[in-house]
């Protein structure tokens, strides 16, 4: 049993790799660890580096590159002549705002009438 999902996991990895589209960095660009440019610098990539990207969203694109893994600027990379295109992740959902909640008070509770008016 061991064998059979030891070999399951590496089957999975080598797939996720073939999966990838190889790109081009237009211009010198930095990997981040997360998709957004206030998170840790993990290398820096020289222009014309061919690098493997796994999805793009409308921002960052997640890639890999020197065994790497991380995100890079979509505007960065370009497609490879003869490549698959990239795969764009879905939007994120819109943000929803709700109105405030409605809250009604007890019968006769408020300043100057009411119930609590003729109690004073």
């Known amino acids: ?13 080598m797939t996720a790799q073939a999966i990838a589209s190889p790109g081009l960095t237009v211009v010198s660009t930095g990997m981040r660890a997360a998709p957004n440019s206030h998170s840790a610098l993990l290398q820096s990539i020289p222009r014309n580096a061919e690098i493997d990207v796994g999805g793009c969203g ?12 991380g995100f890079v600027r979509a505007s960065a990379i370009q497609q490879a002549p003869g490549a698959p295109p990239f795969t764009y992740d879905d939007a ?22 009411g119930y609590y008016h003729h109690w004073r």
């Open 58 to 69: 409308p921002i960052w694109c997640s890639a890999s590159w020197r065994n790497i893994e």
């Open 92 to 113: 994120p959902p819109p943000v929803v705002v709700a109105p405030p909640p409605v809250v009604f008070a007890p019968f006769g509770c408020c300043y100057g009438g």
């Open 1 to 13: 049993m061991r064998r059979l999902t030891a070999g399951l996991v590496l089957s999975l990895a």
